[in-house]
């Protein structure tokens, strides 16, 4: 219990340090999701590879044969004027074996107005942000897949700009037959060319390393390996053989065990007999399959009936058999 205390307040504290480095980074745009999609799960699809070109975005080992001669166009609207997008294009070069794609990722922050300590405006600005992304992606093994994006930034906040390049870099190792992906990433990996004022800032640098387990089997109903099964050993004409129930075994034993012998079954308590030169009876017909399957009923399969057997000789395909009780 005091271990669990002691990961809480770590878990804690690190969540509220993080919180403390919004404004350090400079072009912290380039995190925010590529696409309606990834926004509504969590913002980071990483470990995912299908037609999807954003996803290119995101990790560029993602980037695959499927999104061949795909484009994608997505615009977000948000509170105070603020807009931001994403399009992209991607090919397949059959002759390098690389998929590439292009991309513009923008920010548009709105209008802003200047104003004095006295709240007096006089006139307005803008403020946006763009990056131009170009990446490839290379299966170099069965399961193994790198990829690598180049970003050019240009940002502009009034009459402040910078520049900056930077890269990412990802590798996805996938099992197809399975649906198991394990990824690492480096996001965001450069430095600013230019400054805003002199001082230069840090870059929103995350690093990825996550796994995607394997795809849910849909649930089947299988047939017990091993069940209850009913014998029953009849005597000669005109004799009341005693039933047997064969042991509980496992399915590849039961054809086994019951090969024995009579002797090695486990009795069951034998019922009252019938009339004269009958044999013991519940009321209920019993029929043989020719495969040597026992069914059990009031009504008998046509021409399933087999001839009586001799007195204290055991069936081992009856003993082993589907039966009733």
Partial sequence: MRHLFIYIFIFIFFIEGKTQLGGKDAFEFLNLPASARITALGGHLISVQDEDVTLAL?????LNDKMHNRISFSHNFHFADIQ???????????KLRLNVHFGVQY?????????DVLGNQDGTFTARETAFVLGASKKIAERITIGANIKGVFSNLESYSSTGLLMDLGMNYAKDSSGFMLTLLVKN?????TTYNGTRFGMPLDVHRRARGPRAV????????????HAG???????AGPRYRAPLLPAGALVAGAAVGAADLRPHPPRPAGPEGAPATDGHSTAHD????????????????????????????RASSWGGA
């Fill in 58 to 62: 995101s990790n560029p080992a993602s």
């Fill in 84 to 94: 931001n997008g994403y399009v992209a294009y991607a090919r397949k070069l059959d």
């Fill in 107 to 115: 920010i548009n922050y709105g209008d802003f107005s200047y104003a």
């Fill in 189 to 193: 990996l450069g430095t600013e060319l």
């Fill in 218 to 229: 849909p649930h089947r109903h299988r047939r017990r390996s091993a069940r209850r099964r």
């Fill in 233 to 239: 050993v009849r005597g000669g004409a005109g004799a």
């Fill in 290 to 317: 020719l495969d040597g399957r026992c069914r059990r009923g009031r009504h008998r399969a046509p021409g399933a009936d087999h001839p009586p057997r001799a007195a204290g000789r055991a069936d081992p395909l």
